[in-house]
T-cell receptor, first 117, second 110 residues
Framework: ETGVTQTPRHLVMGMTNKKSLKCEQH?????MYWYKQSAKKPLELMFV???????ENNSVPSRFSPECPNSSHLFLHLHTLQPEDSALYLC????????????????FGEGSRLTVL | GEDVEQSLFLSVREGDSSVINCTYT??????LYWYKQEPGAGLQLLTY?????DMKQDQRLTVLLNKKDKHLSLRIADTQTGDSAIYFC??????????FGAGTRLAVHP
């Protein structure tokens, strides 16, 4: 298996549920990202991990909690979400977190489509 | 703040050229990108251009950069049905953040 794999592909949850999204990359990369994709809105960067350390939290509400146990795995723990959190959540990876001179290529998973009822 | 804007929808006839436009605000951007998202898939890098270039060509794709106007365009020659997708413009701006637009949905019809 290669590339960036996200599970589950689809998730429906109530506002009081607790669930997690999982991302796994087999590319040997050291940086991983969570993005939120909503219709007609720019792709929103949520979190960045570089060598397992969180380097970016883009003012994300605490009901989203990321976890990066190693460079290959990234989780997004969800609890007490709101209907407006319904979106496609994309995981991405890159060799290292973007730095000066980096070409900026991110490798994306297929996304987890979340619906909050 | 940093902002990337692009029109949301473009419809073209098969065989015609498609031109997708994008404007950005960060004049310190070093790289600008076009990503493609096919239905049910994640984004995939299509091409990128360094900020000291004004044009880059790669087979059917031509990227034009007008740094003065902060305008980026992607031209797809001889557009095919397989080109139907969402195209995202992105810039690598200050603090090395990759800022994406909302995406332009390209529909190719016979």
């Amino acid at each position: 298996e290669t590339g960036v794999t996200q599970t589950p592909r689809h998730l429906v949850m109530g506002m009081t549920n607790k669930k997690s999204l999982k991302c796994e990359q087999h590319l040997g990369h050291n940086a991983m990202y969570w993005y939120k994709q909503s219709a007609k809105k720019p792709l929103e960067l949520m979190f960045v991990y570089n060598f397992k350390e969180q380097t970016e939290n883009n003012s994300v509400p605490s009901r989203f909690s990321p976890e990066c146990p190693n460079s290959s795995h990234l989780f997004l723990h969800l609890h007490t979400l709101q209907p407006e959190d319904s979106a496609l959540y994309l995981c991405a990876s890159s060799p290292e977190a973007l730095a000066g001179g980096h070409t900026g290529e991110l490798f994306f998973g297929e996304g987890s489509r979340l619906t909050v009822l | 703040g940093e902002d990337v804007e692009q029109s949301l929808f473009l419809s073209v006839r098969e065989g015609d050229s498609s031109v997708i436009n994008c404007t950005y605000t960060d004049s310190s951007s070093t790289y600008l990108y076009w990503y493609k998202q096919e239905p049910g898939a994640g984004l995939q890098l299509l091409t990128y251009i360094f900020s000291n270039m004004d044009m880059k060509q790669d087979q059917r794709l031509t990227v034009l950069l007008n740094k003065k106007d902060k305008h980026l365009s992607l031209r797809i020659a001889d557009t095919q049905t397989g080109d139907s997708a969402i195209y995202f413009c992105a810039e690598l701006g200050g603090y090395n953040k990759l800022i994406f637009g909302a995406g332009t949905r390209l529909a190719v019809h016979p």
